[in-house]
């Protein structure tokens, strides 16, 4: 997903999908941040956050990347659990390792940092509010 905030409807049927009788699996939800338009409320996290992700948080791993709007606020790290300092970290999950960034913060919104346990994996994935610029080692 990205930038969900006040697209309720939208990601209602998204997220539905999960409860719905189609053939489709949600094995890992992906979030590059904007979560909620204000995240210092805890209104915006219950009407955008908690109320549209309910059938689906129950049974599908959410993780997610700060962005903007959830404002740096005590909300957002005490709603979402996320491994490392929680701002930027990586994980693997199957065969994909999947960086995770703070775009907010402007070192990491020109680069990405190096990550020497994606290597070995099949593939790799980058979530970052604000999209990054590659930089290829040499």
């Not at 697209?7 to 979030?31: E, F, K, W, Y």
Request: glycine residues 6%; aromatic residues 14%.
């Amino acid at each position: 997903f990205f930038s969900s905030r006040r697209r309720h409807t939208r990601l209602r049927t998204v997220t539905g999908v999960q409860t719905c009788a189609l053939p489709i699996s949600v094995d890992l939800i992906m979030h590059t941040g904007d979560i909620v338009a204000n995240g210092k409320k805890y209104e915006t996290w219950r009407q955008e956050f908690f109320e549209p992700y309910s059938k689906i948080s129950s049974t599908t791993p959410f993780v997610t990347t700060i962005g903007n709007h959830e404002q740096d606020s005590e909300n957002y790290f005490s709603y979402v659990a996320l491994p490392g300092n929680e701002r930027y970290f990586s994980f693997d999950y199957g065969n994909a390792h999947l960086i995770f960034l703070n775009a907010v913060v402007p070192q990491q919104r020109r680069t990405v940092p190096p990550d020497g346990n994606a290597r070995s994996h099949r593939f790799k994935g980058i979530a970052a509010n604000f999209p990054p610029t590659l930089v290829q080692q040499r």
